[in-house]
């Protein structure tokens, strides 16, 4: 059963930074595109970056410059390294692959003040 964990959220002045994880179960992590996706208040979820099996990366405008998307396929892990945040990054985030959705986790809420 594919699993997805999310963690490393917390409450960050503007301007700070975190540093998520995700960890897959499952075979499908080394040779998938792997994202993550936030979800605010109100608001729909949205994919903000991804990267292939391969390591190339696409990020949303919205976090382009600031957010950094990496992967460990040993560890079936995948990173966001978010700098220079501001309060409208504030959203529950979450991983997935987005060519083959599998079931979504909690989620890591980041909470950004201002």
């Known amino acids: 059963q594919v699993q997805l964990v999310e963690s490393g959220g917390g409450l960050v002045q503007a301007g700070g930074s975190l540093r998520l994880s995700c960890a897959a179960s499952g075979s499908f992590f080394s040779f998938s595109k792997m994202g993550w996706y936030r979800q605010a208040p109100g608001n729909q979820r949205e994919l903000v970056a991804g990267?292939?099996?391969?390591?190339?990366?696409n990020y949303a405008d919205s976090v382009k410059g600031r957010f950094t998307i990496s992967r460990e396929n040993a560890k079936k892990t995948v990173y966001l390294q978010m700098n220079s945040l501001k309060p409208e990054d504030t959203a529950v985030y979450y991983c997935?692959?987005?060519?083959?959705?599998?079931?979504w986790g909690k989620g890591t809420l980041v909470t950004v003040s201002s």
């Open positions: 997935n692959a987005p060519n083959q959705l599998k079931a």
């Open positions: 990267i292939t099996s391969g390591g190339s990366t």
